[in-house]
C-alpha cells in the first residue's frame, strides 16, 4: 500500500483548517490520518461492493474470510469461482454476483483503469456505474481511495451524514440537499473533510 499522502493534502489541510474551526479541530486530532492507496483498482472496486450497507467491522470481518477463500483477488481468478462458495465467506448472493461481474468487466476490458487519470470524476462515475452493483457511493469510494481525487463528497455515505450533523447541525441528519450545500463551504477540498469527518466517528483509518 501507498501511504504517501496526496501531493495535495497539507495545502488541503491549512486551508480548511484556516477556514471553518470544526476542520481544524479534527486536523489537529488526528495528524496521524493519511489516505492510503492500495495500487489496486480491482481490489479497491471489490473491498467498496462488499463494504455496500453494512457496518465498517461487518465489512472487514467479510472481506477477511473472502480473501481467505480466494486467496488471489485478480479478476482472471475471482470470476471462476462459485457463488455458493462466496456466499459461504459472508457475502449476499447478490454481492456474490457482483463480484464476478466486476471481474468480467476487467477481463474483457469494459473497465479500463489506465484511461481513468484523463477523466474527471463525473466521467468515471459514469463509467464505473455501467457495472452490476456499483452505484454512485461505490463508484465515489474508487475515487477517493484509488484515485484520490481531492474534491469528492459523497452524499449518500452514512457516516458522512452522522460527521455533518454531530458537528453542525446539533445532531439532526441533513437532507441531501442541505448536505449538499454544506459540502460547497470545503470546496475544493471535499475528499479531506470527508476523510477527518469520517475521523471524528471512527479514529480507524478505513482503506479500501
Known amino acids: 500500500m501507498n501511504t504517501t499522502p496526496p501531493a495535495y493534502w497539507h495545502t488541503a489541510c ?74 459461504a465467506c459472508g457475502l449476499s448472493r447478490r454481492k456474490a454476483e457482483y463480484l464476478r461481474d466486476l471481474a468480467g468487466h476487467f477481463i474483457d476490458g469494459r473497465v479500463e483503469p489506465a484511461r481513468w487519470k484523463a477523466l474527471d470524476d463525473e466521467a468515471v462515475i459514469a463509467e464505473l456505474t455501467d457495472v452490476r452493483g456499483i452505484g454512485r457511493w461505490t463508484a465515489e469510494m474508487f475515487l477517493i481511495f484509488s484515485l484520490r481525487r481531492p474534491d469528492v463528497w459523497p452524499l449518500d455515505d452514512i457516516g458522512l451524514q452522522k460527521a455533518v450533523a454531530l458537528h453542525y447541525l446539533a445532531g439532526e441528519r441533513p437532507t441531501p440537499s442541505l448536505l449538499r450545500q454544506h459540502g460547497a463551504r470545503h470546496a475544493p477540498w471535499r475528499t479531506v473533510a470527508t476523510w477527518y469527518l469520517w475521523r471524528s466517528l471512527d479514529p480507524v483509518v478505513v482503506q479500501y
Open 14 to 87: 491549512t486551508e480548511l483548517a484556516a477556514a471553518d474551526p470544526v476542520m481544524a479541530a479534527l486536523i489537529s486530532r488526528y495528524p496521524d490520518a493519511i489516505l492510503g492507496d492500495r495500487g489496486d483498482p480491482f481490489q479497491t472496486l471489490a473491498r467498496a461492493i462488499v463494504g455496500q450497507q453494512i457496518s465498517v467491522k461487518a465489512a472487514d470481518n467479510i472481506w477477511m474470510r473472502f480473501a481467505d477463500y480466494a486467496q488471489r483477488i485478480q479478476p482472471e481468478h475471482i470470476v471462476t469461482l462459485e457463488l455458493d462458495a462466496l456466499a
